[in-house]
Each structure stands twice: as structure tokens, then as C-alpha cells.
């Protein structure tokens, strides 16, 4: 566990070698375990390497025996990286996953109601994906999904966690 969250910590650094070694060391410790790949793909994630984190995720089976929080908390990191990959019709359905699991995780976390806003900015759309994600921010938001008192605005504040990719 102690390198789990030192493995956390160097990707926030941006210490890909140490990250890498951090994690390979934890796996080897508690082989097999969903617990080392899910820190596995949020340091991808905040190494800005959104194809690993990706690839790293949960398959349903693995996610099913977690805590519904929890699986709630990976879904948000997988909708990230997909959005970050410019996934953006994937991430929405991630989002609502991550919703149907735990929806407290996304409606009461500031970052993830940020998240859901920038992703509205994020190559907008009017299809089906951007109805249901409008109709989640107003979820999140109190009935909103523009910027206004309480949200931020594209490129300010962004939840995406290297950097706002909106500008």
C-alpha cells in the first residue's frame, strides 16, 4: 500500500521510471490483485499516458466485486483518459457508469462536476452522447450545465489533472 500511494505520488512529479518501478514492486507484492491495477491506471492518468490507462481497466467481472465507490472512482479515471485520448462519446458513457455506481462520487466531488462541465466544452456535439451528458451535469450541477456561479469555465480550474486541455 505504502507503494501504491508513493507510485501516486511520483506520477504527479512526472517520474515515469520511479512510477513504473513503484507499481512493478507493488504487483509483485500482491500479485494478481485488482487493487495495484487500479493505481496502476491512475498513475497512467496523471502521467498524461491516456492509451495505457485505458488499457489497463477494469474488465466488468474485476470491477463488479469492488465497493460501488470505488468502482465509481475507476470509471471517472477510464473517463478521463478516454476523454484526454479524445474519446469523447466513450467517456460520456463512462461517466454515466461511474454514475450509475456510486452517483454521489460525481455529484457531490467539485473536480468531477468540473470534469463533466469541461467535457461539455470538449468538441461539443448535439447527438445523443451530449443530451445525456447535459442532462448529467444538470444532475451535478443543480439544474445548470453553463458556466456560472460555482463552475468553471473552459480552461479555468480544469479537472483534467495535468493540465486543461481546454483552453
Known sequence: TLRLG?????ARLGD???????????E????GTAHVALYRVTAHLLLGDYTRAIAGRLTPQALAVLP???QARHLL????????AGRRAEAVLALLDAEAAAAQEIRCRPVNRRFVEDLIHLNPVTDGDDS????LAARCLGGTSGSGPGTSG????SAFPERALIQ
Do not use: F, Y
Not at 515515469?16 to 507493488?26: N, P, V
Not at 509483485?28 to 500479485?31: L, Q, S, T, V
Not at 479515471?77 to 484526454?84: E, I, T
Open 16 to 26: 515515469r521510471g520511479a512510477t513504473r518501478d513503484l507499481l512493478d514492486g507493488a
Open 68 to 70: 460501488r465507490g470505488r
Open 6 to 10: 508513493a507510485a501516486l505520488a511520483t
Open 154 to 157: 473552459p480552461g479555468q480550474g
Open 77 to 84: 479515471d477510464v473517463a478521463r483518459a478516454l476523454a484526454g
Open 132 to 135: 445525456r451528458l447535459r442532462a
Open 28 to 31: 509483485r507484492a500482491d500479485p
